[in-house]
């Protein structure tokens, strides 16, 4: 096969694979069924079934890179991310197709020594599972970047509240949810206890079903939906389960929050999950912690903010005030001369790290308070400091005025 402009050479990783729009411009090649977008040249689903070029590597490529090609390409083809295009589908199943060759050493031996014919019935072909791919542990984390949907995996989320307190401190939480198990009564075997089990005749008792692709000519296997892969039918159904295996049912977990959690964090419990099938593992359950907010504190990173009211006379003269914190009320000295808006710090008086070993600072921001109502001496008292401070003793005052006179002058 050669592309306009330039030849190609199969095997060749220099050029860009065949599923690329470059590639397929030069060479003609449309995604159409059997008809190219220009040119006299069949199209590429008609005319290459070569799992090496439709992964776009060589025949010397390591495993990670045969991987790295798939992760790629399963990605950017994926029909969830294509809506638009009918044909994405079909060039998903031959990206699935190739990889399931190519990613295993005997059957990527078979094709390198017989080709195609190493899959074609009657020539020694080579049946697989495609459940054995394993699509969502080997790149379901980059395709749900892309916010494309893989198969359920009976993965649960749920949501933990906490108050501020536990959240800084820690502790133990009770969580109750609901999750798809093995139905209690049958085990999941689907029929009524005692009931008599017949052979399926769907798929003769193995549970699976063979089926065969047109792209690549490989015999693909899936679960048998007539007995759901378990291979019997009972003569009765479970009247708790209608015959599923499984049914839903309600959990409690004890759940240990560490000291210095934060809000939007997420813990995983392995095996927590529901079961999408009797004899499958059952997902994880994924807590997300959402800390409430605390009326006088607020967190940012592990220190503690808070506002403290201060008279105008610890204000000016200076003194001792409580102060309230997570592990219990505190003293702290207020220096003199202390201007509204000023930060007093207390350290190890925070959130403790999650990472090391010590803890953050609680921020005391104080806020003055003005006198609203004044007896007859107090307003003549009020009156004879502000006549004995004048501005030399006010230095917010006399910045101020001077502000305003570089602005007029």
């Not at 063979?210 to 000519?217: A, N, S, Y």
Request: proline share 7%.
């Amino acid at each position: 096969m050669e592309t306009r402009g330039q030849p190609y050479r199969r095997g060749d990783h220099r050029h860009p694979p065949l599923w690329s729009p470059r590639a397929r411009r030069g060479a003609g090649l449309g995604w159409g069924k059997g008809e190219c977008a220009a040119g006299p040249f069949p199209c590429y689903a008609v005319r290459v079934r070569d799992p090496y070029d439709i992964l776009g590597v060589d025949r010397g490529a390591t495993e990670s890179d045969i991987k790295n090609a798939f992760r790629r390409l399963a990605a950017e083809h994926h029909p969830d991310r294509n809506p638009g295009d009918p044909e994405a589908q079909s060039r998903f199943k031959q990206i699935n197709a190739a990889y399931q060759v190519l990613s295993d050493q005997k059957k990527r031996a078979a094709y390198d020594r017989f080709g195609s014919a190493a899959f074609e019935h009657g020539m020694g072909g080579v049946d697989f599972d495609l459940s054995s791919l394993g699509l969502d542990g080997l790149f379901g984390d980059l395709l749900g970047a892309f916010g494309i949907r893989t198969g359920d995996r009976g993965d649960l989320r749920q949501k933990l509240s906490l108050s501020f307190e536990e959240s800084v401190l820690g502790c133990t939480k009770e969580i109750t949810y609901q999750r798809v198990d093995c139905c209690e009564r049958c085990s999941g075997a689907g029929g009524e206890p005692g009931s008599r089990v017949e052979r399926c005749t769907a798929c003769a008792g193995r549970g699976r079903v063979r089926v065969q692709q047109g792209v690549i000519p490989l015999a693909f296997e899936r679960p048998c939906s007539a007995c759901r892969g378990r291979g019997t039918i009972p003569s009765t159904p479970c009247t708790v389960c209608a015959g599923k295996g499984l049914s839903r049912t309600s959990r409690t977990l004890e759940v240990t929050i560490p000291a210095g959690i934060e809000h939007g964090a997420t813990r995983l419990i392995e095996g927590a999950g529901s079961r999408t099938r009797p004899d499958k593992p059952a997902g994880d359950l994924e807590i997300l912690v959402q800390v409430e907010p605390h009326a006088f504190f607020k967190r940012e990173g592990d220190d503690v903010h808070c506002q403290v009211p201060v008279t105008f006379a610890v204000a000016a003269l200076g003194g001792e005030i409580e102060v309230p914190s997570i592990g219990g009320r505190l003293k702290v000295r207020v220096p003199p001369s202390t201007q509204p808006g000023s930060v007093l710090r207390i350290r190890g008086k925070g959130v403790p790290h999650r990472h090391r070993s010590g803890r953050g600072d609680q921020l005391v921001s104080v806020n003055v308070e003005v006198p609203t109502r004044l007896s007859s001496r107090a307003q003549r008292l009020i009156e004879e400091l502000g006549h004995e401070l004048g501005e030399e003793v006010q230095p917010q005052q006399r910045t101020f005025v001077e502000k305003l006179r570089s602005l007029f002058d």
